[in-house]
């Protein structure tokens, strides 16, 4: 049936459906699908008297902007019988313990794209994975499935990739990684992420330099100029199912299954003809590895499943018990990044993004094995890498230009803490979780502004001597960086002395 958007002054995901629209006979609440254009999105309905009238469906403002609607648009609304859709009877199947195959997860998959599924049958998809494991044919048909799901995409050319399963801060090695590769003449369109549950993603760093929202016709341009691009591929309809399941499913239920997340990035590796590439597995303290035997694990099992889909990929495992470089957020990141291509930036980032993207070289033939990294840094250290990121900057519609001073300027004025050493010491532990969530509440990544910038990583400090420095939102976001600052203890600093025995 046909009904009309009316906004309701509710911030839920629920739907309010005047009574009169439907038979007493349907039990409610009960599951609908929406659906506008190409536009499909499953919602649950609550019946009323009030509120809305009879023809009207009401919605909150977030669910209307979160779909690309607007109030008093006329939309398709259709009832759904949990019982009546093979993917509900596939994914139940799943978690009594059937195998699933191409054809399943097909079916599994179409269903989340035409919101055949219900938000219980989502989160049953995502708990199978986390509480049993995926085999390797069943995490393959996914990633093929998934990314069918969308575009795919033939640079006519090899094509190489970096990706990093995240989980340290600071992590901001494409923005070298990419221009280094691009700059040795290999095609990098790199795709990258808003952040979720991080201080800045990929796609929040890069765009303090440039656009990053381009489309697929705007990266096949680009590219033939420049080699390499960084941008969010949320414009080239690569693995969509991927993000949905992610929004709709994984992200609320606050877990994300092994098999989904190596599913989903080779998917969208997939969807973009990636031939070769390099995966950052960060290990330590607070990242979601936390040690060598289960980043060793991880590796292989991320080779084994790429090499099943034609991709030629190597896994290197990162040191994480500290921050990548000296700065958290998206504009300090950004500015550290371009101290980095500069010349200027801190051991930890250059060596890190040197490593892999010798990598990379080893895997195109460029070099032997063990000669990847000094090529690399040959490429860094000449400046041709500055130059090339400039290049891709202002073809993404940023100013070739600017510099990181520029960038730290707009700093001025902001909100700021400075946490100084409680007494002489050394500081010899930081914690990434702490500090990810601290730069979150300073205002990071949607105030791109916000972040933090760590000035003491040395072996030793003096007592008052400044160790980093927050930015934030506002006053009142500082003083929940206060409140975090004594709860998590970001960094510890303490004497070499610690304990004296008579």
């Given amino acids: 049936m046909k009904l009309t958007l009316k906004e309701i002054p509710l911030d839920s995901p629920f739907a309010l459906i005047n009574e009169q629209n439907f038979p007493k006979a349907i039990t409610y609440p009960c599951q609908l699908r929406i659906s506008f254009d190409s536009t499909y999105f499953p919602v649950q309905a609550y019946l009323t008297s009030k509120y809305v009238d009879k023809g009207e469906i009401g919605l909150s403002e977030s669910v209307i902007k979160r779909y690309g609607l607007l109030e008093g648009t006329e939309v398709d609304v259709q009832t759904r019988r949990t019982f009546d859709s093979v993917a509900h009877r596939l994914i139940i199947d799943k978690v009594k313990g059937n195998m699933l195959n191409k054809e399943d997860m097909d079916t599994i998959t179409k269903g989340f794209m035409n919101a055949e599924i219900s938000p219980s049958h989502s989160s049953a998809f995502l708990l199978s994975q986390h509480f049993t494991e995926f085999s390797l044919d069943e995490i393959e048909a996914m990633a093929r499935s998934f990314a069918d799901s969308g575009k795919i995409h033939d640079f006519s050319a090899p094509v190489f990739d970096k990706h990093s399963i995240g989980g340290v801060p600071g992590n901001k090695i494409t923005l070298l990684i990419v221009p280094i590769l691009a700059a040795a003449g290999l095609l990098i369109p790199k795709t990258s992420t808003y952040a979720i549950t991080s201080a800045s993603g990929t796609a929040d760093t890069m765009s303090v330099l440039a656009p990053v929202e381009l489309n697929a016709d705007e990266v096949f341009d680009l590219v033939k100029k420049t080699k390499g691009c960084i941008v969010s591929g949320r414009d080239m309809g690569i693995a969509p199912v991927v993000d949905k399941i992610i929004t709709e499913a994984a992200f609320p239920l606050g877990i994300d299954p092994e098999s989904l997340f190596l ?91 040197c490593e892999l993207a010798g990598i990379i070289f080893e895997l195109a033939g460029m070099t032997g094995r063990g000669l990847g990294k000094p090529f690399a840094a040959d490429i860094l250290h000449s400046g041709k890498a500055l130059k090339k990121m400039r290049e891709i900057i202002e073809g993404q519609g940023g100013d070739p230009k600017i510099s990181s001073d520029e960038i730290r300027e707009k700093l001025v004025g902001k909100p700021v803490l400075s946490y100084q050493a409680p007494g002489d010491g050394w500081p010899h532990t930081w914690n990434n979780y702490a500090l990810k969530e601290i730069a979150r509440a300073a205002g990071a990544p949607g105030d791109r502004l916000a972040g933090i910038q760590i000035l003491s990583k040395k072996e030793s400090v003096r007592k008052g001597e400044e160790v980093f420095r927050v930015y934030a939102s506002s006053d009142s976001a500082l003083d929940e960086v206060r409140g975090l600052i004594a709860k998590l203890r970001p960094v510890i600093v303490e004497s070499v002395l610690l304990e004296r025995v008579a």
Avoid: Q, W
């Fill in 263 to 353: 599913a989903g990035i080779l998917a969208k590796k997939l969807a973009m003809g990636v031939d070769f590439m390099c995966l950052d597995i960060p290990v330590g303290t607070g990242t979601k590895v936390d040690n060598e035997e289960d980043g060793r694990t991880l590796a292989r099992l991320f080779v084994s499943l790429a090499s099943r889909l034609g991709i030629k990929a190597e896994a290197g495992l990162t040191y994480a018990n500290v921050p990548v470089g000296h700065s958290i957020g998206p504009a300090l990141e950004a500015a550290e990044a371009l101290d980095a291509l500069a010349g200027k930036g801190p051991t930890s980032l250059v060596e890190k993004s």
